[in-house]
């Protein structure tokens, strides 16, 4: 990818943003997640970071990627990696934006990033959805606003990633039907709750301590939501440290319950994980339809 012309052609981006000229004298291969490349890139003006992808999945993706961060950085709730700018080179897309050098936690980091998540959250607006679609990971994620929460999680997260799960044959008709019924009940399932700006898709992969050893969040899918979503995400793959949840309770206390709701929250991550990752995923779904059907 880092051929000199691209190279040249970053260097003429970066001199635009900064109307003034910068050299790029390093790049260097970073842990980019599942479906991106990224690298350090040592220029001139400082630091940042690339994300490269191979134009497989949506030409806007990286530039729903840097709506969301600017989002969520508006919110003063946490750090997040601020975008500089994205494009298109030849058949590839890329987003920079700042680098944050990780770094060791500091003592009250779990305390900290419990009750940024409170603050997050409690970002509110009249409707749940979002004025835009974005992406979960390599899916298309609809964001078509709602009026309720059991409308726009039943027509917007369950039944299109059932549909999406069955056409990829990793989901036999039976459950589909299963997943309709649940989704038909949700009204009974959740109680009210007002609209909340969620990460989206929180989990270990998607924070880390900054350079202070506070926390910084990114890599979201961010939409007004049902809070328990992002609590439900995080505690999906082992959970984060008891001091997270005390630190969000005691300053947003979660509605009686949550804790059974858990699994149905779950099930849409797990719906787009057993979409693009298949079989291993698909006990726990069916295990989850089962209970709340």
């Given amino acids: 990818m880092f051929h000199s012309s691209f190279v040249t052609y970053l260097q003429e981006k970066f001199t635009g943003f900064f109307s003034s000229d910068t050299i790029i004298y390093k790049h260097t291969p970073v842990t980019g997640g599942d479906i991106n490349q990224a690298f350090l890139l040592e220029t001139s003006q400082g630091r940042f970071l690339i994300k490269i992808n191979a134009a497989m999945y949506g030409l806007d993706m990286f530039e729903k990627e840097a709506k969301g961060l600017l989002q969520l950085a508006d919110t003063k709730s946490l750090r997040v990696p601020m975008p500089l700018f994205d ?10 934006m700042e680098y944050i050098e ?27 959805g979002l004025a835009y679609n974005n992406f979960i990971g390599s899916l298309t994620q609809p964001n078509n606003t709602h009026e309720t929460w059991a409308d ?5 997260r369950l039944m299109p990633l059932a549909h999406k799960a069955n056409k990829r044959g990793v989901l036999t008709n039976e459950y589909i039907e299963q ?10 399932i959740f109680p009210d709750e007002k609209p909340a700006l969620l990460h ?47 630190a969000y309770n ?43 059907r």
Wanted: charged share 20%.
């Fill in 250 to 292: 005691a300053h947003y206390p979660l509605q009686p319950g949550w804790q059974e709701r858990v699994g149905l929250c779950q099930l849409y991550p797990l719906l787009v994980h057993l979409t693009l990752f298949g079989g291993s995923y698909y006990e726990r779904v069916v295990e989850i339809i089962k209970q709340y």
């Fill in 152 to 156: 726009f999680y039943a027509k917007e």
């Fill in 179 to 188: 997943v309709e019924k649940i989704g038909n009940k949700l009204s009974s």
């Fill in 87 to 96: 494009g298109k080179y030849h058949q590839e897309l890329f987003f920079v």
């Fill in 102 to 128: 990780q770094g060791p936690q500091v003592n009250d980091f779990w305390e900290l990033f419990g009750e940024g998540i409170a603050n997050l959250h409690t970002n509110s607006n009249a409707y749940f």
């Fill in 200 to 246: 989206g898709d929180l989990w270990s992969g998607n924070f880390m301590a900054d350079e202070k050893g506070n926390p910084v969040i990114f890599d979201p899918a961010v939409y007004y939501g049902n809070r328990e979503m992002d609590i439900a995400m995080s505690l999906l793959f082992g959970g984060f440290d008891d001091a997270f949840y005390d």
